[in-house]
């Protein structure tokens, strides 16, 4: 019904950068159109998943945690359905799973960083140093 993948990790040295995308699909992407909150979020070894980004359905509105902010940029093509988010100056301490979520927002302007119902199984990044 509400199906999310993301793609684009991989292993990429220290300093370096890496684009993840989320794909949104299924009838209950294609029976609410607009609204979607959608959140970048993620989870090292041995730690809890933390939110790292958010961007709201008009694209307008988007949020970062403080540990990446001014590092990642988060963007949204709604005619794709698709959501990136561009990793730069990358550290060996933001290896982890990264995993994109999505909420339905009664406005096209509004993100949330948490609360989110649906998500994606997670793309492994992984930083050398």
């Known amino acids: 019904q509400a199906q999310l993948v993301e793609s684009g990790g991989g292993l990429v040295q220290a300093g370096g950068s890496l684009r993840i995308s989320c794909a949104a699909s299924g009838r209950t992407f294609s029976t609410y159109t607009t609204g979607w909150s959608t959140g970048w979020f993620r989870q090292a070894p041995g730690k809890e998943r933390e939110f790292v980004a958010a961007?709201?359905?008009?694209?307008?509105?988007?949020g970062y945690a403080d540990s990446v902010k001014g590092q990642f940029t988060i963007s949204r093509d709604n005619t794709k359905n698709t959501v990136a988010l561009l990793m730069n100056s990358l550290k060996p301490e933001d290896t982890a799973v990264y995993y994109c979520?999505?909420?339905?927002?009664?406005?096209?302007?509004?993100?949330?960083?948490?609360?989110?119902?649906?998500w994606g199984q997670g793309t492994q990044v992984t930083v050398s140093s």
């Open positions: 961007i709201s359905w008009s694209g307008g509105s988007t």
């Open positions: 979520a999505a909420r339905w927002s009664p406005s096209d302007r509004t993100y949330y960083i948490e609360g989110y119902n649906y």
